[in-house]
Nanobody
Framework: LQLVESGGGSVQPGGSLRLSCAAS????????IGWFRQAPGKEREGVSCYRSGGGLMRYAGSLKGRFTIFRDNAENTVYLQMNNLKPEDTAVYYC?????????????????????WGQGTQVTVSS
């Protein structure tokens, strides 16, 4: 049972990346999913959280409009589409899944003891 992130890399400012968070051994549709990031020397922060029941989702205020979280049930994967990337988006991005946390509680708990955490994927935005 695990989450595996992929899709990180290096891009220039203004570029786009799509991160993937694939689950194995359990169905993501039953869970609240969160994307988090940690930049060098900074605390981990919530990026976006989502739960399919009710279509609830939440974004960090500064990211709304540039980042989009969505799910592919057939692939049992949650994605984070990141557009118009900026140097300050440089960080290690993590996904997490929890059966019981609400969307708001999850995004407010970037160090939460969730059921599953992925290993992280590096995103670097520089010219």
């Amino acid at each position: 049972l695990q989450l595996v992130e992929s899709g990180g890399g290096s891009v220039q400012p203004g570029g786009s990346l799509r991160l993937s968070c694939a689950a194995s051994g359990f169905t993501l549709d039953d869970y609240t999913i969160g994307w988090f990031r940690q930049a060098p020397g900074k605390e981990r922060e919530g990026v976006s959280c989502y739960r399919s029941g009710g279509g609830l989702m939440r974004y960090a205020g500064s990211l709304k409009g540039r980042f989009t979280i969505f799910r592919d049930n057939a692939e049992n994967t949650v994605y984070l589409q990141m557009n118009n990337l900026k140097p300050e988006d440089t960080a290690v991005y993590y996904c997490a899944a929890d059966l019981h946390f609400t969307v708001n509680a999850m995004c407010d708990s970037p160090k939460g003891e969730f059921d599953y955490w992925g290993q992280g994927t590096q995103v670097t935005v520089s010219s």
